[in-house]
């Protein structure tokens, strides 16, 4: 297994009484890309603050390769980072900037020159050197902010919404070249955004927060299709949640019906919540479907289709379909068992896990 | 139809501008240009820069306000530097303003006051067994106090200039590796730049043509081109002379502007 690159142990940080980071755990492992997904003032930006040395915790226990960082100074941490605002001296050239953590090294002048070639060309800036910050645009100042950053060759690079001041087109074409980069370089990454889609397609792993509490941690696949809780559901994708029961393992009741499904281990006739992709549904005739509906409305999204259906009870469905439907039809709608997934209130992450492992075994035995 | 209205709002501003600073600047360079007898000549300049006297007075009246510049500029600087790191800091930078709100005359006479032998500094001076010095009308008690007086309007801009900082500016360079004093020499100090330049501007000029002062403190012992200008002006009634030190004033004032103002970056272009 990979080192632990880093570690936060029941780590708090509160600011005048406001509790801000409420003991947070996770480790680190050299190498890989991680995703702190949150909505805004969830504590993202404070976790990389920590990190890189510009605050201190208030409790708690923060390591950076088995070393505590109270002993290590903000300035002698092997962590860069790229500003939410890339903090680009505005009194220097790109040349200059990135040449900044350099010169303060004291390389010799040969080697900091070629060094900052290397890693403009890296970040497809040759012949940039001599641009004023004034005269670069937004996705090239973000470039300069990143290769500013890894000139100074990190274990560690912390990004903070690098990508959000950029436009869609652009914004997708640096998640394709920030990710093929740390894949190129083995630094560990850990970047953060409050764009879910951003952290789906980028990430090894996700760390999902909310209010100052790591909610959910696991690899993109894991946390889409198997969301600890509505919160996480939400936050990750669409999806339709209903109130449900659980009638027995692999059994459970929503909109009045019982339907076959792949979850277990929980209590009988336990209340739960039902989650349903969108994508996941497909609209069929009402003798085939497992759920009778009416079409409300629909949406053309360009790629699919967006239509809202509601059942009997007033319950809406959304469904994600590249076949049009007509509004006021009455359709049913189809699904697997192992598209509903099941979610227990209150569970923490610890006893999602257990359980899953628990009944995973049970079902391979 | 913006710079329609654009230019009927900038009126009164230019009508002000001509009124009150270009009639009186063209004013002065011809009344240079006027002799005792009231003809056309050139002899004010010929005696201006024939005159020991007056060369000497210009060369001080520089030296005096580069030095008080100077004092100023290192006492405003960690003053602003400090202030922006305190807690309540628009508090602080209010009671620094406040003096300036008190008439120049009035602080003049207080610090004679505080200066003269019967003095409070005086007083201490004795208490402590040094006794009674002549602190009044010297050199010293001129620059102290004209630098007492410019404080403020240098405090002002530089903190300004170090409020308006992007804090992370300052996390960036620790983030390089710069230590404190590496992150205010290369990256603090350049950026309030333009609050030290703005700040000299308005400490520099003003103490070029520094008058009352000269006289109150400075017992006339200083005499700059101020103090000159006025001598010429209300007393030996040359106002061809008085016009000619003016216009050497305001070309010592363009030429300070010159140097600090903001200058467009060099374009140096890649390739
Ligand atoms: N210096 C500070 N003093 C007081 N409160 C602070 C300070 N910095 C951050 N906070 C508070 O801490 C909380 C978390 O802030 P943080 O910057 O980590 O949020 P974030 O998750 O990065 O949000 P965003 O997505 O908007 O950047 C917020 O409620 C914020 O108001
Ligand atoms: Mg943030």
Known sequence: MAQNIITFHNVRKEYDDQVVLKDVSFEIEQGKFYTLLGPSGCGKTTILRLIAGFIEANQGDIRLEGKKVNDIPANKRKVNTVFQDYALFPHLNVFDNVAFGLRIKKLPKKQIEQKVKDVLRMVQLSGFEEREISEMSGGQRQRVAIARALANEPEVLL???????????LRKDMQYELRELQQRLGITFIFVTHDQEEALAMSDEIFILNKGEIVQSGTPVDIYDEPINRFVADFIGESNIVKGKMVDDYLVEFVGKKFECVDG???KNESVEVVLRPEDIQITSPEKGKMHVTVDTQLF???HYEIVCLDEEGNEWVVHSTRKATEGAHVGLFFEPEDIHVMRFGESEEEFDARLESYEEEQEG | ????????YSIPYVLWLLLFVIAPV????????IGMDGSYTLDNYKTYFASSTYLRMTFNSVLYAFL???????????AAYILNKTKHKQLWLMLIILPTWVNLLLKAYA??????MHGSVNHFLEFIGIGPKQLLFTDFSFIFVAAYIEIPFMIMPIFNALEEMNPSFISASVDLGANAWQTFWQVIFPLSLNGVKSGVQAVFIPSLSLFMLTRLIGGNRVITLGTAIEEHFMVTQNWGMGSTIGVVLIIAMLAIMLVTGEKKKKRRRAN
């Open chain 1, 159 to 169: 990004l903070d919404e690098p990508l959000s001041a950029l436009d869609l087109k």
């Open chain 1, 265 to 267: 281990g929980m209590g």
């Open chain 1, 301 to 303: 999204r360009g790629v």
């Open chain 2, 1 to 8: 139809m913006m710079t329609k209205a654009r230019r009927v």
């Open chain 2, 26 to 33: 063209l004013l002065i360079v011809y009344q240079s240009f």
């Open chain 2, 68 to 78: 008080i510049t100077l004092i100023v500029l290192v006492i405003s600087y960690p």
């Open chain 2, 111 to 116: 610090f004679i006051g505080i200066f003269s």
